[in-house]
C-alpha cells in the first residue's frame, strides 16, 4: 500500500504529576499498518520537511507514548508505517509546555540595523615655512664698515596658522626679529668687527611646533683692506711744447 497522506489520528497531550506527560493519537485503520513513529522539534515548524524534526521513538501498533517531563517546550507529531516499511505524512502538531513556563511564543529575532560609518573629522589643515632666499651671502673689508643688510621673507606656503620662530648660529648675525603669524620679514645684518680675513658660514634656522623647520644657509666673506696706487713721478709736459734754458 502506498500511503502518500497524512496519517488521519490527532495527537494529544495530558499529564500527571507521577508519570509524567503521555502522547496519545487515534488508530490507523490501514490493513498493512506495521506501527508508529514518534518525531519531536524544540521550535516550529515542526515538520518531516522542515529539517527540525528528530524520531524520538518506532512503536509496534500502540496509540499512546510517555514523553516523560521536557524542562523546555517541546513539539510532537506521529506518523504511521506499513508491513513494507512505507510512511505516511505527519500528523498534527502535540504542543508540550512544561510547568511555569509561558505560554507566549517568543518575539521573533529582528536584525539589527547596520551600524552608521564611524564619522571622521576631517584633517587638520597643515601650515608650511617658505623662505625667500634660499641663502644669503655678505662680503666686507676687513676693519671697514657692515656690509649692507638684506631681507629674508618668510611666507606660509601650506594652510592653516604658521606661527614661526628664527634662531642664528653665528655671533656676527643679527636679525631684526624671531617670531612670526604666517608672512613676514627679517632684516639680516653682520657685524664686520675685528672678524680677520676669511670666508664664514653660518645658518638662520626658521621652525613652527609640529612642522618641519627650515635652514638658511649664509656666507659672509671679510677681504683685505685695498691699497691706493702710489703717486706718479712724471714731471708734466711743458705747454705749448716751449723748453726755456739759461745760460750762465
Not at 529539517?51 to 510517555?66: E, I, M, P
Not at 655671533?171 to 617670531?179: A, D, F, I, K, N
Given at each position: 500500500?502506498?500511503?502518500?497522506?497524512?496519517?488521519?489520528?490527532?495527537?494529544?497531550?495530558?499529564?500527571?504529576?507521577?508519570?509524567?506527560?503521555?502522547?496519545?493519537?487515534?488508530?490507523?485503520?490501514?490493513?498493512?499498518?506495521?506501527?508508529?513513529?514518534i518525531?519531536?522539534c524544540?521550535?516550529?515548524?515542526?515538520?518531516?520537511?522542515?529539517?527540525?524534526?528528530?524520531?524520538?521513538?518506532?512503536?509496534?501498533?500502540?496509540?499512546?507514548?510517555?514523553?516523560?517531563?521536557?524542562?523546555?517546550?517541546?513539539?510532537?507529531?506521529?506518523?504511521?508505517?506499513?508491513?513494507?516499511?512505507?510512511?505516511?505524512?505527519?500528523?498534527?502538531?502535540?504542543?508540550?509546555?512544561?510547568?511555569?513556563?509561558?505560554?507566549?511564543?517568543?518575539?521573533?529575532?529582528?536584525?539589527?540595523?547596520?551600524?552608521?560609518?564611524?564619522?571622521?573629522?576631517?584633517?587638520?589643515p597643515?601650515?608650511?615655512?617658505?623662505?625667500?632666499?634660499?641663502?644669503?651671502?655678505f662680503a666686507?673689508?676687513?676693519?671697514?664698515?657692515?656690509?649692507?643688510?638684506?631681507?629674508?621673507?618668510?611666507?606660509?606656503?601650506?594652510?592653516?596658522?604658521?606661527?614661526?620662530?628664527?634662531?642664528?648660529?653665528?655671533?656676527?648675525?643679527?636679525?631684526?626679529?624671531?617670531?612670526?603669524?604666517?608672512?613676514?620679514?627679517?632684516?639680516?645684518?653682520?657685524?664686520?668687527?675685528?672678524?680677520?680675513?676669511?670666508?664664514?658660514?653660518?645658518?638662520?634656522?626658521?621652525?613652527?611646533?609640529?612642522?618641519?623647520s627650515?635652514?638658511?644657509?649664509?656666507?659672509?666673506?671679510?677681504?683685505?683692506?685695498?691699497?691706493?696706487?702710489p703717486?706718479?713721478?712724471t714731471?708734466?709736459?711743458?705747454?705749448?711744447?716751449?723748453?726755456?734754458?739759461?745760460?750762465?
Amino acid at each position: 500500500m502506498n500511503w502518500v497522506g497524512a496519517i488521519t489520528a490527532v495527537c494529544a497531550l495530558w499529564s500527571t504529576a507521577a508519570w509524567g506527560a503521555t502522547l496519545t493519537w487515534d488508530v490507523d485503520s490501514a490493513p498493512d499498518l506495521a506501527g508508529y513513529r514518534i518525531y519531536h522539534c524544540s521550535q516550529l515548524p515542526c515538520t518531516l520537511a522542515s529539517g527540525q524534526a528528530s524520531s524520538l521513538a518506532t512503536l509496534g501498533k500502540v496509540t499512546s507514548f510517555n514523553i516523560g517531563t521536557p524542562t523546555v517546550t517541546q513539539y510532537y507529531f506521529v506518523t504511521a508505517y506499513d508491513l513494507s516499511n512505507n510512511e505516511s505524512g505527519g500528523s498534527n502538531v502535540a504542543t508540550y509546555i512544561p510547568a511555569g513556563a509561558s505560554t507566549t511564543p517568543p518575539p521573533p529575532i529582528t536584525p539589527s540595523p547596520p551600524s552608521p560609518p564611524p564619522v571622521t573629522s576631517p584633517p587638520v589643515p597643515s601650515a608650511t615655512i617658505g623662505a625667500t632666499p634660499a641663502s644669503l651671502s655678505f662680503a666686507a673689508t676687513q676693519g671697514g664698515a657692515n656690509p649692507a643688510s638684506q631681507t629674508l621673507s618668510i611666507s606660509n606656503s601650506g594652510s592653516g596658522t604658521l606661527n614661526w620662530t628664527a634662531s642664528d648660529s653665528a655671533p656676527w648675525l643679527r636679525l631684526s626679529r624671531t617670531s612670526g603669524t604666517n608672512n613676514g620679514v627679517i632684516i639680516v645684518s653682520v657685524i664686520t668687527g675685528t672678524t680677520v680675513v676669511g670666508t664664514y658660514n653660518g645658518t638662520i634656522t626658521l621652525s613652527a611646533t609640529g612642522i618641519a623647520s627650515v635652514t638658511v644657509p649664509v656666507a659672509f666673506t671679510v677681504d683685505t683692506t685695498s691699497v691706493p696706487p702710489p703717486a706718479s713721478q712724471t714731471p708734466p709736459p711743458t705747454p705749448n711744447g716751449l723748453h726755456i734754458s739759461a745760460v750762465q
